[in-house]
T-cell receptor, first 109, second 114 residues
Framework: SQQGEEDPQALSIQEGENATMNCSYK?????LQWYRQNSGRGLVHLIL?????REKHSGRLRVTLDTSKKSSSLLITASRAADTASYFC?????????FGQGTELSVKP | DAGVIQSPRHEVTEMGQEVTLRCKPI?????LFWYRQTMMRGLELLIY????????DSGMPEDRFSAKMPNASFSTLKIQPSEPRDSAVYFC????????????FGPGTRLTVT
């Protein structure tokens, strides 16, 4: 089964609203990463949070990590139509990255 | 830097044919990864190399799949013979440092086996 599982599977919001995506995982990790994938393109790294960090910011992105609950969340503030994409969490466990199934975000103008 | 380069971008072939996918990692990156993405199984790691040496090929589905990295700037993923269930998007990614570092993905090769 997947190490990381995103929730929800799909999310549709209006431009300007915030988008929150969650990721749960099963085993202890060294770090957790979030990636974005636009339709028909490769994945693009967004942010990495280490196991000893609780929160990290990058521009309009905010990532939290709760190792006790084995979960992470990605918040995109003031969303734009260009944020429409699939978002994946990836956990580093056992020496390789394991990707979740992704959350498909649609931001309507 | 041009980023990770993959070729071809699209490949359509008939069942039983040999398929070779190519990847040029970012210069200076010492890790190279091959992934396969399908709707059913998501993104799966097939194999990864460190300094041109295969480290973990446990994700390679069958003996029909093989990967090589003859030098630091080139890798191939070969499927022989190809089957319809191999249809997927194949990504190459590279990174520096360790496996834990951020990975840079290529644009992918969309493979269709008829």
């Amino acid at each position: 089964s997947q190490q990381g599982e995103e929730d929800p599977q799909a999310l549709s919001i209006q431009e300007g609203e915030n988008a929150t995506m969650n990721c749960s995982y099963k085993t202890s990790i060294n770090n957790l990463q979030w990636y974005r994938q636009n339709s028909g393109r490769g994945l693009v790294h967004l942010i990495l949070i280490r196991s000893n960090e609780r929160e990290k910011h990058s521009g309009r992105l905010r990532v939290t990590l709760d190792t006790s609950k084995k979960s992470s969340s990605l918040l995109i503030t003031a969303s734009r139509a260009a944020d429409t994409a699939s978002y994946f969490c990836a956990t580093d466990a056992g020496g390789k990255l394991i990707f979740g199934q992704g959350t498909e975000l649609s931001v309507k103008p | 830097d041009a980023g990770v380069i993959q070729s071809p971008r699209h490949e359509v072939t008939e069942m039983g044919q040999e398929v070779t996918l190519r990847c040029k990692p970012i210069s200076g990156h010492d890790y190279l990864f091959w992934y396969r993405q399908t709707m059913m199984r998501g993104l799966e790691l097939l194999i990864y190399f460190n300094n041109n040496v295969p480290i973990d090929d446990s994700g390679m589905p069958e003996d029909r799949f093989s990967a090589k990295m003859p030098n630091a700037s080139f890798s191939t993923l070969k499927i022989q013979p190809s089957e319809p269930r191999d249809s997927a998007v194949y990504f190459c990614a590279s990174s520096s440092g360790t496996v834990s570092y951020e990975q840079y993905f290529g644009p992918g090769t969309r493979l269709t086996v008829t």
